[in-house]
Structures are given as structure tokens and as C-alpha cells.
């Protein structure tokens, strides 16, 4: 099995996860990823040892890809998965971390809280007046507030907008994403889908991670 260099692990969306796996298939997915049941039941605290934190993650990215809710960039389902080029870096006075990419021509946003971070955040410049939550309302009302000038020009919203992103949202991603500055990394992630837009013929995504790694 590959090494993961995590930068992102939301603790609040695993342990909600990982509760609501069965016993028994809690049991078979030990078994399987050959990690310590009696560890890894334990509740995630700030002073959890990594390899608790590490091998739950890994148990509720299984069970999340065993119950088919996984879906990709290009055909998304309640959860979505993927690797790409992203920059990241906090926003809302460090209080979020926002990554930014484009995959499969679908532009990638993924916003959570910033004391999910581990180590250092990235470097890249991120758009400000974003949400304080990762839940799916903040995300969506925050960027729904945010600065119509979110990279620095005008924003162009003469385009019709379709799908469950509400318009200035679908907006605010776009311009989120495609306006970062700032070095680059191939990152993997599983996130929570929020929502999907389509302006024009751009495909606009929005989702709530649940891990972010680093790809070498």
C-alpha cells in the first residue's frame, strides 16, 4: 500500500463516519486493512497517536468505497475522490483552508477548517470573506457573500447558470480556484459533495474534505 502524506484530515467528518459502520463490517474492514480494532475504536482527541487517526481514515474511505458512494470529479456521487494539481493555502484570517484546481475541465473547490490542517498550510494566495465552518450551509452562504472581486477583477456573470449551486456561489468557486496564486502540488482527497453548477459550458464543483494527501 502506498504511503500517505496527509495535509488535510477532518476529524468531525471521520468520526461521524466511522459511527455509523456496522459492527460486524467494522470487524471485516480490520481484517482486511489489518489494522487494531480495539485502537482504532477509540474517539479521535487532539492527543489521538497518528497511526488511530491514520488507520480510521483509512477504514471510512473503505466503507465510503465499498457502499458505491464514491464518485469522481467528472460523475460525483454523495462523496467524491480524486488526484490533480491544486494550490492551497488558508483564508478568513487562517481560520480556512481553501484548495483550488482544475480536473477532468471541472473546476475544484474544496474549503474546511483550518485546525484540520496538518503541519504547515500551503502557500498559496486564496480569496478572503469565506466561511468560519466547513458544513455545507456555511460553505455555501459564506461564498455566496463573497467579494464579487475575488481575484482581483470584475466578475463576468452574464453566463447562464444551472444546477444546485446557487449563481454568485457557482461564481465565487470559479473565480476562487482559477484566481490562486502560488505553487503547486498534486494532492488526492475524499470529500463530502456541496454542490455542482455549470456555467455555460463550464463544470463548476463544490465539496468539503474529508482527507487531503500529497502525491509524489
Do not use: C
Request: hydrophobic share 40%.
Amino acid at each position: 500500500m502506498a504511503v500517505k502524506y496527509y495535509v488535510y484530515i477532518s476529524d468531525t467528518k471521520v468520526e461521524m463516519i466511522y459511527s455509523q459502520i456496522p459492527v460486524p463490517l467494522r470487524k471485516k474492514l480490520s481484517v482486511e486493512l489489518k489494522v487494531d480494532l480495539k485502537v482504532v475504536g477509540t474517539t479521535l482527541k487532539p492527543s489521538t497517536p497518528p497511526e488511530t487517526r491514520y488507520s480510521k481514515v483509512d477504514m471510512v474511505r473503505r466503507f465510503l468505497e465499498d457502499s458505491g458512494d464514491v464518485g469522481t470529479v467528472s460523475s460525483p456521487g454523495p462523496y467524491v475522490a480524486g488526484q490533480t494539481m491544486m494550490r492551497w493555502g488558508t483564508i478568513r484570517e487562517g481560520r480556512l483552508v481553501y484548495f483550488g484546481g482544475t480536473m477532468s475541465s471541472v473546476v475544484v473547490g474544496l474549503a474546511g477548517a483550518r485546525r484540520h490542517v496538518i503541519g504547515a498550510p500551503g502557500a498559496a494566495s486564496t480569496p478572503e470573506t469565506i466561511p468560519l465552518s466547513s458544513s455545507s450551509v456555511d460553505l455555501i452562504e459564506a461564498l455566496g457573500a463573497a467579494d464579487p472581486n475575488i481575484v482581483g477583477l470584475p466578475m463576468d456573470m452574464a453566463a447562464e447558470v444551472t444546477g444546485s449551486l446557487d449563481e454568485f456561489v457557482a461564481y465565487s468557486v470559479l473565480h476562487a480556484s482559477r484566481g490562486m496564486r502560488g505553487p503547486r502540488q498534486t494532492l488526492e482527497f475524499l470529500a463530502k459533495r456541496v454542490g455542482e453548477a455549470r456555467i455555460d459550458a463550464q463544470r463548476v464543483l463544490l465539496a468539503s474534505p474529508i482527507y487531503v494527501s500529497q502525491v509524489d
